[in-house]
């Protein structure tokens, strides 16, 4: 089976939504929060994978693979006789994914890097899985139909990713509310996992189901300290790009304070979704 190298990373060519700026300096790749998100995550995507039947003798395409961590989960699942083909158009972050790969001895495991769109392999794949990747993506229902040549007839495309809508703290903090309206100002595909079965559907899948998950929890919790990291990550930049005033940044910041001292506070975590489709 063909293996990619790990080498040392270059510059990425991406179709996702960056500037120029950030194509020519990517920003550090934040591998203490992608650990976080998966330790809040990672058994609710182990249930996601059994509901879109990943299963022996599959070939299975991994969309945005990132640090690795789905590829030890479809390949027990696709056994010796599957493959398993994981895309990630960071070479930084596939070169990562090629360690764990090798580390683990995953032989029936083949990480690719490059422009999303002209490294796409060549089908036909059983499953396609797409985790916390798609929202990236410019044009989503392009994306779609390019996939929709690469699964086979009744084949399944599984799209994991959040739903920002549910995230609430209590006692309420309404400097949170004002971020989260910000927030949606920065792409197109915030509201991604809500658009995502028109688009589906307009590119030739049946929508099968949607599968959505929430946690609430405490302050110190793994889920609250990943929601924490996402709001101190999140806000400077939209200070930054006049989407929020200081003021109300500084606000979130002493709310949030606050809550992570009181006995009663409780935090609804954003809502992980998965949809499933399916080739018509």
């Not at 182990?46 to 640090?67: K, N, Y």
Request: aromatic fraction near 8%; charge should be negative.
């Amino acid at each position: 089976m063909e293996h990619f190298q790990p080498q040392e990373p270059e510059t990425p060519a991406l179709t996702t939504a960056r500037d120029l700026a950030e194509v020519l300096t990517p920003p550090p790749i934040d591998r203490d929060g992608l650990v976080l998100r998966d330790e809040v995550w990672g058994s609710e995507t182990e249930e996601f994978l059994d509901r879109l039947l990943v299963g022996p003798g599959q070939r299975v395409l991994a969309l945005g693979c990132g640090l690795g961590f789905d590829l030890p989960r479809l390949s027990r699942r696709v056994g010796p006789q599957g493959e398993v083909c994981a895309l990630e158009p960071d070479p930084r972050l596939a070169f990562e994914s090629q360690l764990l790969v090798d580390s683990l001895r995953l032989r029936n495991v083949r990480v690719l890097s490059g422009m999303v769109m002209a490294a796409l392999p060549p089908g036909p794949f059983d499953v396609i899985f797409s985790s916390w990747f798609l929202a990236q993506i410019d044009n989503v229902p392009c994306f779609l139909r390019q996939l929709r040549q690469r699964i086979s007839g009744a084949g399944r495309l599984g799209v994991l990713d959040l739903y920002p809508g549910g995230l609430r703290l209590f006692p309420e903090a309404p400097a949170l509310e004002r971020v989260l309206v910000a927030a949606s100002q920065v792409g197109q595909n915030f509201w991604l996992m809500g658009q995502l079965p028109a688009a589906l559907v307009s590119s030739g899948f049946l929508l099968e189901g949607a599968w959505p998950r929430q946690k609430a929890e405490v302050p110190g919790t793994p889920t609250y300290r990943w929601v924490e990291r996402f709001l101190l990550d999140v806000g400077p930049r939209l200070v930054s790009q006049d989407l929020l005033e200081e003021i109300e940044w500084q606000t979130l910041l002493e709310e949030w304070s606050n809550r992570r001292v009181d006995p009663s506070t409780l935090l609804f975590s954003p809502q992980l979704v998965g949809i499933i489709g399916r080739g018509l």
